[in-house]
């Protein structure tokens, strides 16, 4: 069997990818396909051997007669069953009988991307290509006055300097494109256009201004997600009381693979798009601009869908396929456009930063009775339009409603900015997990118990929580006393239909605290491939660590400060955990996402371990 890539096309359906949705969505459709397949498979030779379809068989793509021991391939019945009228009805296969689905298999496209064969949207080299690179203004937003085209164009292997734009999220951003007949000569060709700016209105934004704004703002009352008892009655009347605010910083999606495409506007308006994109299907914006008839759009336009280095939501943002495809169409040629380091770090658009105001009551036995969360922060969707006084529904994701407190309170309050946001891995749960959860361990030392044992006495009314949480209570060793210098934290977080929850262990070892080992407990529900599960949990680990640890995104005079990986760190192999371990919660719940539930709860565990 081979397995081939497809292009993008309408005849699959929604193509695009994001909010760990593909097992969630796919999994029923595909056992239907594949078992309605089967049987017509199964049904065709029955016919071509005049026997009892009941009688028969499969297995190892083969269909067997039972009684003779006849058997016949897929491939030789292929051709036929197409003419099979489809079964609707088919009847699934119980989880007891899964010989595949739960079982670790080898991903067939591992080894190319190990051994360098593996085409990415950077290896996209079509004849005559030409090379691009944008020049934006150095604030988030500005409007274009004047730049020296002569002194680019006298750059040797320059070609052409035009302008184009980029939409971000409603705003038109002007850039200058630099094309040339190799990338150095593009980019020394932007370095000559000595470009100027007129956004003096948009230099008032730094990182200071905008969370003291939103910190006020969590003051006021905010829109309504989930109430219960009567938390401001009882919060005033408290004698005892714990207040906290904490705040999470704004991040790059730093992607390995930098923001890419690959467009040839031909002169005869056909096209050809090599699109590393989480939203590849982009005949529709092509044809419409070009005019073609939307029934040929996709016999004009030919889209490839290369592995993409890294997507964690900002591909699906096709800003880099919209500049270029304006260079390809006013040239004519194929055209590669490469953002640099610089532009992807501090253009954006980035994760949200946020701010959370906690609020706990207390008992005189010192048991809380209520707790309150205020988030504050912008919103992904009401980005360029107004809210209307309804929360945005992906701001509220991961504040775990679940906790058996007498009263709560969780409200939100939208803060606008100029600053663009956009999806980043886990959305709003990378900000709202690290948050809850460390607060959650606060009310939990004040209230003299232990971190795990609080969340399971709290949750006790949640099945599924309490099982992941005495999986880690197992598979770490949570009860063994700590040596000296060391520290433990925990932290469990619903995200995307997942419950993860990690401990994480450190140690203070030659003058340097070191993470020794991280342990997960993963319910997903029912999974397909535990290895790929463990895979995603384990990147998400290193991704949460990575925005815990290291650099924040900040801003002074309405531009970022960081630019490239000497500024905006990663995490590095002598700093990640010596040991990742994931554990599985075997179960026959519906299937939860993975590419993202296991990166919430890391940033609290590491906070709770300090």
Request: charged fraction near 25%; include cysteine; hydrophobic fraction near 35%.
């Amino acid at each position: 069997v081979e397995i081939v890539k497809s292009s993008a096309s309408s005849a699959y359906g929604r193509q695009s990818i994001g909010g760990s949705r593909s097992i969630r969505t796919q999994f029923t459709p595909m056992r239907k396909l594949g078992a309605t397949t089967r049987d017509a498979l199964l049904r065709t030779a029955a016919d071509k051997w005049q026997v009892d379809a009941k009688a028969c068989t499969t297995e190892s793509g083969m269909v067997m007669h039972k009684s003779s021991g006849r058997k016949i391939s897929y491939g030789e019945l292929a051709q036929e069953a197409t003419k099979a009228a489809l079964n609707e009805d088919v009847q699934l296969k119980s989880k007891k009988d899964f010989k595949i689905i739960g079982k670790a298999t080898i991903r067939p496209d591992l080894a190319n991307k190990v051994n360098g064969k593996a085409d990415y949207g950077m290896d996209a080299r079509p004849e005559g290509l030409l090379y691009a690179t944008v020049e934006r203004c150095p604030t988030l937003q500005g409007k274009l006055t004047s730049f020296d085209k002569t002194a680019a164009l006298a750059v040797p292997g320059v070609t052409d300097v035009l302008e184009i734009t980029r939409n971000v999220y409603g705003k038109r951003n002007t850039g200058i494109a630099v094309v040339a007949k190799n990338q150095y000569a593009a980019l020394q060709g932007r370095k000559k256009l000595n470009s100027k700016w007129d956004n003096a209105a948009f230099t008032k934004v730094d990182t200071e201004k905008l969370f003291s704004d939103m910190e006020s703002l969590s003051l006021e009352k905010g829109m309504e997600h989930v109430e219960k008892g009567d938390f401001e009655t009882v919060y005033n009347s408290a004698e005892d009381k714990l207040d906290a605010v904490y705040k999470l910083p704004y991040l790059s999606h730093t992607c390995m693979e930098p923001m890419n495409a690959t467009v040839h506007i031909r002169p005869d308006n056909t096209a050809e798009v090599w699109a590393s994109s989480q939203s590849p299907q982009v005949h529709r914006t092509i044809a419409q601009d070009l005019g073609i008839p939307l029934e040929q759009a996709e016999e004009k336009i030919k889209v490839h869908m290369p592995f993409m280095g890294g997507g964690f939501g900002r591909r699906s943002m096709n800003d880099s396929f919209e500049e270029c495809y304006q260079i390809s169409k006013a040239l004519r040629k194929p055209i590669k456009l490469v953002w640099t380091r610089e532009d992807d770090t501090s253009q954006g658009p980035f994760r949200q930063g946020t701010v959370h105001r906690f609020a706990a009551t207390f008992n005189n036995q010192g048991k809380p009775t209520g707790m309150q969360t205020k988030m504050v922060s912008q919103a992904i969707t009401t980005q360029g339009r107004e809210s209307r006084g309804r929360i945005p529904f992906e701001v509220m994701e991961s504040i775990n409603t679940h906790y058996g407190f007498e009263n709560m309170s969780f409200r939100y309050s939208e803060y606008k900015s100029q600053i663009p946001i956009h999806w980043w891995r886990s959305v709003f749960a990378a900000t709202n997990g690290p948050a809850y959860e460390a607060f959650i361990d606060e009310v939990a030392v004040k209230s003299g118990q232990d971190s795990l044992a609080f969340r399971k006495d709290y949750l006790k009314e949640e099945p599924r929580f309490v099982k992941v949480l005495e999986r880690l209570e197992k598979e770490s060793d949570w009860n063994k006393p700590l040596g000296s210098n060391e520290g433990k934290g925990l932290a469990i977080v619903e995200s995307f239909g997942t419950i993860v929850a990690q401990a994480l262990f450190l140690k203070k070892e030659n003058g340097r605290v070191t993470i020794p080992k991280v342990v997960a407990v993963v319910d997903c529900g029912i999974y397909i491939n535990p290895d790929q599960v463990k895979a995603q949990t384990e990147g998400n680990i290193i991704f949460g660590l990575t925005a815990a640890l290291k650099d924040p995104i900040t801003f002074k005079n309405g531009a970022a400060e960081q630019a490239n990986f000497d500024t905006y760190r990663m995490l590095r192999l002598n700093e990640a955990p010596r040991s990742i371990e994931v554990h599985l919660i075997d179960n026959d719940e519906a299937p939860g996402g993975v590419g993202e539930p296991g990166l919430p709860p890391i940033g609290a565990a590491l906070f709770n371990a300090v």
